[in-house]
C-alpha cells in the first residue's frame, strides 16, 4: 500500500515537472552538427547557455535557408504546430506577412531596452507601416572583389568603363570577372537587381505583381548578354551555381569576383586578403542613377500561433546580447544590428569597413510581393534562356515570363 502511494507521488510529481517544463521550438537554416562552422558553434553555444539560463529546452529544426519561408506559411494556414521562432531573410518577410504568418512584436519585446539601439538596416526591414515583425541581427549585402594588380587604376564604375576595361583583362584563359547568375532568384537579387534600380527600373509594381517588362530591365539585360557574349564572364556562371561561380575566381583566371560580404564564409583567404591589400573591395556598376548593391538583412520571426511567447521573448533578448551578437554577425562576416555590438568586437578592419561604407552609400533591399520567390524564379529562367540563346528577343521574352507568372499566380 505503502509502494503504491509512493509510486503515485512520484508519477504525480513527474507529471507536474513534465507539464511545467518549457520547450521553445525554433527554426533555422544552420546545422548544428557541423563542428567546424563557426555559425553551428556559436548557435550550440548559445543554445546550452540558454538551456541553463532559463530552464528552457530548446528544440532546434534545421530546415533549408530557401525553404524557410514556405514552410512556416504552410504550417500558419493549415492551422497544425507551428515553432516559437523562425530564422528569417529581410526578402521574405512581406511574403510571411501577406500569408498571415508572422506576429506583431512591439508588446512582446515591450521593455526591453536594446531594441532601441536597433539601427536603419533592421528597421527598413523589419517595420512595416509602424509595426515590427522581426528583429534583424545582422546586415549584409553584396560586394565586388576585385584584384588589385590587375585594375592599378582602380575598377571600372560605369557600364561604359565596364565594356572598355573588360577587353583588356580578358583573353582565352582569363574572365574580367565572375558571379552567379543561373536559374534561381538569387541570382536576380545579387546580380540584376542592383543594375535595375541603377537603370531607373521595377521588378514588381505597388501590390508585387511581376513589372519587369519594361525598358530599363531588357537595358540591364542587353548589357548582361552584351558581356556574356563577349566572353567577358564564364558560361559556368549562367549555366552553374554558387561554387562553380567562385571558382574561375579561387583558381585564378577572373580578375573580378561579384559575390557579397558573405563570400568571405566559402571563399579561403578572402578577407585576409582584403585586408592585406592585395584584393579590394567596390559596390555595383552605375546606369546612370548610382552604383547600386543587394542588402539583405537576417533575423527571427515569431510566428502566429506560437505556443511559447515568454520563451520566445527570452530567446531574442539572449540572441541579441553584444558580445554574442558580435561573434554570430562576424561568423557570418556581416554587420551587427546593435551599435554596442558593433563596438565590443574588431569590425576596425580594412574589410569590415567596406563593407559597412559600401552597404550605407550602395545598398538597397529588394522590392515586396507576395509570390517573391515564385516570380524571381521564373525570371532567373528567363534571363538563363536570353543569355544562351542569342536569337531571343529581349522583350519579347520579359513579357512572356511576367504574364506567365501573373496568369499562375494572380
Given at each position: 500500500?505503502?509502494?503504491?502511494?509512493?509510486?503515485?507521488?512520484?508519477?504525480?510529481?513527474?507529471?507536474l515537472v513534465s507539464a511545467s517544463a518549457q520547450e521553445l521550438v525554433v527554426w533555422g537554416s544552420h546545422d548544428l552538427t557541423d563542428g567546424e562552422n563557426p555559425n553551428s558553434v556559436a548557435l550550440n553555444s548559445k543554445i546550452d547557455s540558454f538551456e541553463a539560463d532559463t530552464?528552457?529546452?530548446?528544440?532546434?529544426?534545421?530546415?533549408?535557408?530557401?525553404?524557410?519561408?514556405?514552410?512556416?506559411?504552410?504550417?500558419?494556414?493549415?492551422?497544425?504546430?507551428?515553432?516559437?521562432?523562425?530564422?528569417?531573410?529581410?526578402?521574405?518577410?512581406?511574403?510571411?506577412?501577406?500569408?498571415?504568418?508572422?506576429?506583431?512584436?512591439?508588446?512582446?519585446?515591450?521593455?526591453?531596452?536594446?531594441?532601441?539601439?536597433?539601427?536603419?538596416?533592421?528597421?527598413?526591414?523589419?517595420?512595416?507601416?509602424?509595426?515590427?515583425?522581426?528583429?534583424?541581427?545582422?546586415?549584409?549585402?553584396?560586394?565586388?572583389?576585385?584584384?588589385?594588380?590587375?585594375?592599378?587604376?582602380?575598377?571600372?564604375?560605369?557600364?561604359?568603363?565596364?565594356l572598355e576595361v573588360a577587353g583588356t583583362v580578358t583573353d582565352d584563359d582569363n574572365y574580367f570577372s565572375t558571379q552567379f547568375a543561373g536559374r534561381s532568384y538569387a541570382s536576380v537579387e545579387i546580380m540584376w537587381y542592383p543594375m535595375i534600380v541603377s537603370n531607373g527600373g521595377?521588378?514588381?509594381?505597388?501590390?508585387?505583381?511581376?513589372?519587369?517588362?519594361?525598358?530599363?530591365?531588357?537595358?540591364?539585360?542587353?548589357?548582361?548578354?552584351?558581356?556574356?557574349?563577349?566572353?567577358?564572364?564564364?558560361?559556368?556562371?549562367?549555366?552553374?551555381?554558387?561554387?562553380?561561380?567562385?571558382?574561375?575566381?579561387?583558381?585564378?583566371?577572373?580578375?573580378?569576383?561579384?559575390?557579397?560580404?558573405?563570400?568571405?564564409?566559402?571563399?579561403?583567404?578572402?578577407?585576409?586578403?582584403?585586408?592585406?591589400?592585395?584584393?579590394?573591395?567596390?559596390?555595383?556598376?552605375?546606369?546612370?542613377?548610382?552604383?547600386?548593391?543587394?542588402?539583405?538583412?537576417?533575423?527571427?520571426?515569431?510566428?502566429?500561433?506560437?505556443?511559447?511567447?515568454?520563451?520566445?521573448?527570452?530567446?531574442?533578448?539572449?540572441?541579441?546580447?553584444?558580445?554574442?551578437?558580435?561573434?554570430?554577425?562576424?561568423?557570418?562576416?556581416?554587420?551587427?544590428?546593435?551599435?554596442?555590438?558593433?563596438?565590443?568586437?574588431?569590425?576596425?578592419?580594412?574589410?569590415?569597413?567596406?563593407?559597412?561604407?559600401?552597404?550605407?552609400?550602395?545598398?538597397?533591399?529588394?522590392?515586396?510581393?507576395?509570390?517573391?520567390?515564385?516570380?524571381?524564379?521564373?525570371?532567373?529562367?528567363?534571363?538563363?534562356?536570353?543569355?544562351?540563346?542569342?536569337?531571343?528577343?529581349?522583350?519579347?521574352?520579359?513579357?512572356?515570363?511576367?504574364?506567365?507568372?501573373?496568369?499562375?499566380?494572380?
Amino acid at each position: 500500500m505503502k509502494r503504491s502511494v509512493i509510486t503515485l507521488l512520484l508519477v504525480g510529481l513527474f507529471a507536474l515537472v513534465s507539464a511545467s517544463a518549457q520547450e521553445l521550438v525554433v527554426w533555422g537554416s544552420h546545422d548544428l552538427t557541423d563542428g567546424e562552422n563557426p555559425n553551428s558553434v556559436a548557435l550550440n553555444s548559445k543554445i546550452d547557455s540558454f538551456e541553463a539560463d532559463t530552464g528552457v529546452n530548446v528544440a532546434y529544426e534545421q530546415v533549408a535557408w530557401d525553404q524557410l519561408a514556405t514552410k512556416l506559411a504552410i504550417a500558419v494556414q493549415s492551422g497544425g504546430d507551428v515553432p516559437d521562432v523562425v530564422e528569417a531573410g529581410s526578402q521574405h518577410i512581406p511574403a510571411l506577412l501577406d500569408a498571415g504568418a508572422l506576429m506583431p512584436l512591439d508588446d512582446l519585446l515591450e521593455g526591453y531596452d536594446w531594441t532601441a539601439e536597433l539601427g536603419d538596416g533592421d528597421r527598413s526591414a523589419c517595420v512595416i507601416d509602424g509595426t515590427r515583425y522581426c528583429i534583424a541581427h545582422n546586415v549584409r549585402g553584396g560586394m565586388t572583389y576585385y584584384r588589385a594588380d590587375a585594375f592599378p587604376e582602380g575598377y571600372p564604375q560605369t557600364t561604359r568603363e565596364w565594356l572598355e576595361v573588360a577587353g583588356t583583362v580578358t583573353d582565352d584563359d582569363n574572365y574580367f570577372s565572375t558571379q552567379f547568375a543561373g536559374r534561381s532568384y538569387a541570382s536576380v537579387e545579387i546580380m540584376w537587381y542592383p543594375m535595375i534600380v541603377s537603370n531607373g527600373g521595377l521588378l514588381f509594381d505597388d501590390e508585387g505583381r511581376p513589372a519587369w517588362a519594361n525598358e530599363e530591365v531588357a537595358e540591364v539585360v542587353e548589357f548582361g548578354r552584351t558581356l556574356f557574349g563577349e566572353g567577358y564572364f564564364p558560361e559556368v556562371n549562367v549555366t552553374g551555381d554558387f561554387s562553380d561561380a567562385e571558382a574561375p575566381w579561387m583558381n585564378g583566371s577572373a580578375a573580378s569576383f561579384r559575390g557579397g560580404s558573405w563570400s568571405a564564409v566559402f571563399v579561403p583567404g578572402l578577407q585576409a586578403s582584403v585586408d592585406a591589400g592585395e584584393v579590394v573591395m567596390t559596390g555595383g556598376v552605375d546606369f546612370g542613377e548610382g552604383p547600386k548593391v543587394f542588402m539583405v538583412s537576417e533575423g527571427w520571426v515569431v510566428p502566429e500561433g506560437a505556443e511559447n511567447l515568454d520563451a520566445a521573448a527570452q530567446w531574442l533578448d539572449a540572441f541579441f546580447e553584444p558580445e554574442f551578437l558580435a561573434q554570430w554577425a562576424a561568423a557570418q562576416f556581416g554587420i551587427p544590428t546593435l551599435a554596442s555590438a558593433y563596438e565590443v568586437a574588431d569590425f576596425d578592419s580594412t574589410f569590415y569597413q567596406s563593407v559597412d561604407d559600401i552597404l550605407g552609400a550602395q545598398g538597397v533591399y529588394m522590392p515586396q510581393s507576395p509570390y517573391y520567390v515564385e516570380s524571381l524564379d521564373a525570371l532567373a529562367v528567363a534571363l538563363q534562356e536570353i543569355f544562351l540563346d542569342p536569337d531571343i528577343d529581349i522583350a519579347a521574352h520579359l513579357q512572356d515570363a511576367q504574364d506567365e507568372v501573373l496568369r499562375r499566380y494572380w
